[in-house]
């Protein structure tokens, strides 16, 4: 999905191309989508970019090319509360969906990205961050709900105790406690007393991230 102004700004930048066989100006832009800076075209031009909607030609200035549209011109946009002038909004922080992990039994591990999603800049850390849909119910107790989106610190190392995406035999994946035992020995627990906890020696588990937050949407 996207943005008003980023959807706004690829439809002209779309139209201005086909109309005069060049991308518009800077000003052009600006005044396309009522912004007052340049920094705020870029911003959302690097948007577009990482998306795969627009793509910047090298060796030429200002040059852009329209790689897609969006689908339908009904596709739902993401909010975009109180933009700044470098169009920056409360919730312009930009994760990738890596899709869904199973709070239950380990479902199939997400390798590749099948959307980007906007999270609160209050979410902000040096650390690279992704997002996962929790699907069951294993975690509820630690307030973790079957459809939350759960955002993930990306790491390859935790601490017992913490809540972690743990891939088991290269596999599957699945958001469980993880509590290191003695030798070779890891539970991975679950926060439901309905579920059992996930037994298995450290060789067949990866951590790929600690749980940093959870994204709940309410209908």
Known sequence: MLTPKQHNLL????EFIKQNGHSPSFEE??????LKSKSGIHALINSLEERGFIKKL???????EVIKLPKTENTPLEPELSANDNGE???????PLYGKIAAGTPIEAIANPSEYIYIPKSFSTSSE?????I?????IEAGIFDGDTAI??????ADNGQIVVALVDN????????????????????????????KLTADRLKIQGVLYGIVRKYS
């Open 89 to 95: 909004t409360e919730f312009s922080l930009m994760v």
């Open 58 to 64: 090298a060796h030429k200035a200002r040059a852009l």
């Open 29 to 34: 832009m600006k005044a396309a989508v009522g």
């Open 135 to 139: 699907e069951g119910e294993s975690m």
């Open 129 to 133: 961050l992704y997002a996962l849909t």
């Open 11 to 14: 439809i002209f930048i779309d």
């Open 171 to 198: 596999e599957e994946a699945t958001l469980k406690v993880l509590d290191k035992k003695s030798g070779n020995e890891v539970w991975l627990l679950p926060c439901n007393k309905s579920y059992n906890p996930i």
């Open 152 to 157: 993930i610190r990306r790491s390859d190392r």
